[in-house]
């Protein structure tokens, strides 16, 4: 066997790249990025012109340092805070005593809403609800609440997973309030209602295929998760793919975008799937706030 020898400069340059590889994982794996975002709502009351949501997304289990996270959003002033789902990998619902101490920590923090995600469901999402409230978390599955400033105020909906009853959406979604924010786990609520079966059937329902288009553009925000932002990019190219199993998608993926009458903001989240591997999207915390929309 003919053995190569490395010369100091070749030596020097495996040096540089294995450090750079490890400085590029730690940046895009463990350093959060918090993300700032304003939204202007129509119709929204004055009184709630500024007001601040946390969203936290994908967790999957993942421990995290509960100090930074209540330095980051005391200092944000937060008003409320918003979990959207996958708390835990699928089948694993022990993931739960990760969470502990961030679950206990975020209702002092401000009022917490979640809903639930789909490793959710797949690990049993009664339990984990319940160690969600007993943490002082409000679990919103498939109804509203009102947040109060006076006399005015938002409705904030939860829509439930899996998204196959146009039920559950009415349910959600309150049809007489004034704005509405929806807390869901994936964006695929915009685009369920196109979803067919392997005969080419609206998986919900010809009769239900309309009123939940309609529906689903009541809400003046949504709040999502899910895809992780691609979890993993190619530069230049982008996403390989999303939760949804879309190869190269072009759109749902992440940040903000104008759904037809209404804004969906999707987060990279902050744990992994698969792959524990993060390249190009950055774990996430967000600041949403609230503006009036001129």
Known sequence: MMLVRLNPVMIAALALLAIAAVCIYYRENLIIEVVEVNVPIHGLPAVFDGFRIAQLSDLHGRKLNEGWIEEQLTAAGVDMI???????????????????????????????????????????????????????????????TTIARGDARLALAGLACPYDSLA?????????????????????????????DYLGEPLIGHPNVAAWANLIERPALTLAGHTHGGQVKLP?????????????????????????SGWLYISRGLGYTGLPLRFLSRPELTIITLKQAE
């Open 168 to 196: 559950n959406l009415s349910r959600a979604i309150p049809a007489d309030a004034g704005p509405v924010i929806l807390l869901t786990h994936s964006p695929q609520v915009y685009t369920q209602h196109l979803a067919v």
């Open 82 to 144: 918003a979990l959207t789902g996958d708390y835990v990998r699928h089948n694993n619902s022990s993931d739960m005593s990760r969470l502990a101490p961030l679950l206990g920590t975020l209702p002092r923090i401000a009022p917490t809403f979640a809903v639930s995600g789909n490793h959710d469901i797949a690990a049993g999402w009664a339990s984990i609800a319940a160690e969600l409230r007993q943490h002082g978390v409000t679990v919103l599955d498939n109804a509203y």
């Open 236 to 260: 230049f190219i982008g996403a390989v793919t999303t939760a949804t199993g879309q190869l190269f998608p072009s759109k749902h993926i992440e940040g903000l975008s104008w759904e037809g």
